[in-house]
């Protein structure tokens, strides 16, 4: 590929928008360009970079027999009604009509659509299990749509599910996804850290994210050294999957304190709360809501289901029953509150609510659940520096950008929407399901943001866009020129990808821009050197030079 004709518009000023490094770098890489907020075209060099992604992902999934095919991205609102989640999604999920007034979603995720897919034609649990997946665009209306291809509104996903018979096989399937995303992280030159996103409920494993490291990332971590215990604080608040609901346009609302405890008791003029982790901040149409729950209650039950789509304020009753100053019960958003789970008390059945960085508050009266909590009551207060909840040993923080997460999803689907087998005996069942998600343009940020330097973008060979740069210096001189042009169709025949920078720019010019541009070896032609018969070869990741003899430079960097 000729320089002058790559469609590749670099900016030489940093964009004002671009916040993290990845997102300034791809803008003036001339990778990415905004259409609207949260909406970015890939260009070519961003797209060959996500074609690479893809091909590796491809071959992982490949070697675990999970098949790709490809369902539309319209999906029928009959299916999220079935699912229950038309309602539950909340304004996340992007809504369409058509002119007949048949209502539809642009897929967010795709469960509905692959559980309705299956479940007339996986009837047996010989059929079983089954992985499938497609590679596609995926929108969501995000309250914050940010930092480039981090956080869209359009983004492409990996999403697969699996179908089983039994819970060992889920558990198969869900491992054999997981060490494929490992890999696939690995080889993509992501630094990746496996954090538990949901540690309540069955315990063990059952939800896994891949974080990248980087400070840039919008996720807490804490992990421990030295049992290798690794989670995302957002979820070990509460032990179980939290998902964005309607709750978090409350986001949007300022709340004039921190969310601590002691902020909001002295903000509202509330006695001091005598207990632990039972005070939930919320903002509701602008007013702040405090729930106290007094003493030490003691926690049996909990069950993990959604609780965005509803959300109401407790009556004086309620108030009264569970000792409570206020209570609110409801999707939250504000300063990283979250509703998360509704839990029964010994004494008085109670909902719970968790809430990241204040704690949880109650509201009475419902039927028994059957989890165990006392690993995510531990876990809750997990922040750097506490005691790991494994081992014991000091907890240490980290930032991370979620890249992928693998989730047993059970029979949650399967039963909402009436997806059964014929067991060996004969009798129907639902099918236990697996969902396994990654955010391949979210990978292209993150990549970016644990590999550049203050000059540019410094890709792993496995995704760069083109592995090799040859800089012919002058591209009018005689000697220069037919050398760069030799090189270049060595490079490409031994199936090296190649850009030669052919334009008539000045030496400064072409080194600034092949920094930014990142590609893993620049073979530099220079006068000098081509007249002693060599050429010089820059490693952008070391910035090493090295002086390579001109019949020697292609096979060294083959
Ligand atoms: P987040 O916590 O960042 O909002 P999520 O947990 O909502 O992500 P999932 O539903 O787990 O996302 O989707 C699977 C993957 O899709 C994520 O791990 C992430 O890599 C990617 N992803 C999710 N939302 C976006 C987005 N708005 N833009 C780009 N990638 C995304
Ligand atoms: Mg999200
Ligand atoms: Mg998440
Ligand atoms: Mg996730």
Redesign the pocket.
């Known amino acids: 590929m000729k320089m002058s004709k790559l469609y590749a518009p670099t900016l030489k000023e940093d964009p004002t928008e671009a916040e993290l490094a990845s997102h300034r770098l791809l803008l003036r890489a001339g990778m990415i360009r905004r259409g609207a907020a949260g909406l970015y075209s890939y260009l070519p060099l961003a797209w060959r970079t996500i074609s690479k992604i893809e091909a590796i992902i491809r071959e992982e999934m490949e070697a675990i027999d999970a098949q790709e095919m490809l369902t539309p991205i319209l999906t029928d609102a009959e299916l999220w009604h079935q699912s229950g989640r038309w309602d539950a999604y909340g304004p996340e999920l992007m809504r369409v009509s058509d002119r007949h007034d048949h209502e539809f979603a642009l897929g967010p995720?795709h469960e509905e659509t692959y559980t309705d897919l299956v479940r007339n034609e996986l009837r047996s649990y010989k059929q079983l299990p089954v992985t499938l997946y497609h590679i596609q665009d995926k929108f969501?209306d995000?309250l914050r749509?940010r930092f480039g291809?981090?956080?869209?509104?359009e983004?492409i996903?990996k999403?697969a599910y699996s179908f089983s018979a039994t819970q060992e096989s889920l558990q198969e399937c869900y491992d054999q996804e997981k060490d494929a995303y490992a890999s696939i992280m690995e080889r993509s030159g992501l630094k990746a850290l496996q954090v538990v996103a949901d540690s309540g409920q069955i315990g063990g494993d059952t939800s896994v994210?891949f974080m990248a490291l980087a400070d840039a990332g919008?996720?807490d971590l804490v992990y421990c050294d030295d049992c290798g215990f690794a989670a995302d604080t957002e979820a070990a608040v509460v032990g179980i999957h939290v998902?964005?609901g309607p709750g978090s346009e409350l986001e949007k609302i300022e709340t004039p304190c921190d969310g601590t405890i002691e902020a909001v008791s002295k903000l509202l003029d509330l006695p001091e709360c005598a207990c632990r982790k039972s005070v939930a901040l919320v903002a509701e149409d602008g007013t702040l809501v405090l729930a106290i729950v007094p003493g030490d209650h003691e926690i049996n039950d909990v069950k993990a289901e959604h609780l965005f789509g509803h959300y109401d304020l407790m009556s004086d009753d309620e108030l009264e029953k569970c000792g409570l100053v206020k209570g609110f019960m409801g999707p939250v958003g504000a300063n990283g509150l979250k509703v998360v789970a509704d839990v029964s008390l010994k004494d008085s059945q109670s909902w719970l609510v968790g809430a990241n960085e204040v704690g949880f508050h109650f509201k009475g009266a419902k039927p028994g659940r059957d989890f165990q909590v006392d690993e995510w009551a531990d876990l809750a207060s997990a922040k750097e520096g506490d005691a790991c909840p494994k081992c014991g040993a000091k907890l240490k923080g980290a930032r991370g950008i979620?890249?992928?997460?693998v989730f047993q999803l059970g029979t949650k689907y399967s039963e909402a929407m009436g997806a059964t087998f014929a067991d060996e005996d004969g009798k129907e069942k639902p099918l236990i399901m697996g969902c396994y998600?990654?955010?391949v343009?979210?990978m292209v940020s993150a990549i970016v943001e644990q590999h550049h330097d203050e000059h540019g973008i410094i890709w792993p060979v496995s995704v760069a866009p083109y592995e090799v740069e040859v800089v012919p210096l002058d591209v009018n001189d005689d000697l220069v020129w037919p050398v760069a042009v030799k090189i270049a169709s060595d490079l490409v025949a031994a199936g090296i990808e190649v850009v030669v920078d052919d334009r008539k720019e000045r030496p400064g010019v072409k080194f600034n821009d092949a920094d930014l541009y990142g590609f893993p070896y620049q073979i530099v032609c220079g006068k000098k050197a081509v007249k002693n018969g060599n050429v010089e070869v820059k490693d952008r990741a070391t910035g090493e030079r090295q002086e390579l003899s001109i019949d020697e430079v292609v096979a060294m960097v083959v």
Request: glycine content about 16%.
């Open positions: 995720t969501r995000e749509p291809l981090m956080r869209g509104r983004f996903m999403d994210e919008e996720a998902e964005e979620e890249c992928g997460q998600g990654i955010g343009s979210r």
